[in-house]
């Protein structure tokens, strides 16, 4: 089973930016659609945004639209989401996952999704 790294987190201000990855191992993604989702303190799981296998459709949620961009690159096996005006709500430890739907659509449901991470703290001090 593909076992995947997320890396990037950090403390940033408000209006910052921040470039998060997640590095997969033990198996390609590259026929897999990716995402990403993250948790706040005391909140459920949400989605972030999701990126088709080749990278040429992607889906992000309300609250992040124009602000981060979802890219990957299948010859090194990562996603990268890029975070930028990052706003305190922003705050949330995030996750990337792979999508078990092969050559799939982005989706958005978190139950869609195999083989999280371990997560990548991000705070977004205000």
């Known amino acids: 089973q593909v076992q995947l790294v997320e890396s990037g987190g950090g403390l940033v201000q408000a209006g910052g930016s921040l470039r998060l990855s997640c590095a997969a191992s033990?198996?390609?993604?590259?026929?897999?659609?990716m995402g990403w989702f993250r948790q706040a303190p005391g909140k459920e799981r949400e989605f972030v945004a999701a990126i088709n296998w080749s990278g040429s459709s992607t889906a992000y949620a309300d609250s992040v639209q124009g602000r981060f961009t979802i890219a990957r690159d299948n010859a090194k096996n990562t996603v990268y989401l890029q975070m930028s005006r990052l706003e305190a709500e922003d705050t949330a430890v995030y996750y990337c996952a792979v999508d078990r739907k092969f050559m799939g659509a982005p989706r958005t449901t978190g139950n869609e999704y195999e083989s999280w991470g371990q997560g990548t703290q991000v705070t977004v001090s205000s």
């Open positions: 033990g198996g390609s993604i590259g026929r897999y659609p």
